[in-house]
């Protein structure tokens, strides 16, 4: 894990390099041009002066930009620093077996399905995680630890970017209904490992990434979203809910 938040620092510093150089570049070159427009150019007073009011307002302004992003750099590099130190204690297998037979268990309930033929609800269940965090992954460009254990709080992935930290619930959905408890419970886990990763990496912002993978029609779908909305309107965290399809996560990562 520590290589990981080394390759990202390295990441991050050029990025800043990236930003500062085309700034100092544009200032240089503007101040270039507008000595030769001084020294070689007709200009009438008017022109003259707004010519002078250009010069004394642009570098005001584009020291201040780069103050901004100077300021911004320094606090999320302080952030960061002791990236180094958070070690990931890995779910142990019979936690994540603990969970999975619970989803499991749900799911099998509202699909009235018998206990004898769980087998392939539960292997279903855990291609639909696996895909939904392959497609997280894309998006977000950087890898996701899996199966995370925050002193007792558990997630499904977690990735850090900058002064955020993401943890990562799925949720595989067969109805357009989540019961208010677990949505309860899922944000006093959020809010509960956020503050343990704030104890190493001071002045970071914990933030819940749910993953809810469905196989519901356009009108079920709708009626969840709405719902999940209602749920999430005043939170002690910020949310980000991603629906995803079963069928079609499959298309993108499993089938030729």
Avoid at 142 to 148: D, E, L, T
Avoid at 163 to 173: E, N, P
Avoid at 186 to 204: C, N
Wanted: one cysteine or more.
């Amino acid at each position: 894990m520590a290589k990981r938040n080394d390759r990202s620092l390295l990441n991050y510093l050029s990025s800043s390099k990236n930003y500062l150089i085309p700034v100092v570049s544009l200032i240089a070159i503007i101040f270039f041009s507008l000595a030769i427009v001084l020294t070689f150019a007709t200009l009438d007073s008017g022109q003259r002066l707004l010519l002078i009011a250009c010069i004394i307002i642009f570098p005001i302004v584009s020291l201040s930009f780069c103050m901004w992003l100077i300021l911004r750099n320094s606090r999320e590099l302080s952030v960061s620093k002791n990236d180094g130190q958070i070690v990931w204690q890995i779910m142990l297998p019979e936690a994540q077996r603990r969970k999975l037979n619970v989803e499991i268990t749900a799911l099998a309930t509202a699909l009235k399905i018998p206990k004898q033929q769980r087998s392939d609800l539960c292997s279903a269940y855990i291609v639909a995680e696996d895909l939904a965090l392959r497609q997280i992954e894309q998006e977000v460009e950087r890898p996701i630890v899996r199966h995370v254990n925050i002193e007792g709080a558990e997630f499904d992935g977690v990735f850090v970017k900058r002064d955020v930290v993401t943890f990562i619930d799925t949720m595989f959905m067969v109805s357009p209904e989540v019961s208010p408890e677990k949505i309860k419970n899922l944000l006093k886990k959020v809010e509960f490992g956020g503050k343990k990763i704030a104890d190493i990496r001071k002045g970071s912002k914990p933030r819940l990434l749910l993953a809810i993978v469905t196989q519901l029609d356009a009108d079920a779908e709708a009626k969840l979203r709405s719902s999940l909305i209602g749920k999430f309107t005043s939170t002690p965290v910020d949310v980000d809910i991603r629906l995803l399809d079963f069928e079609g996560l499959q298309r993108v990562f499993a089938a030729d």
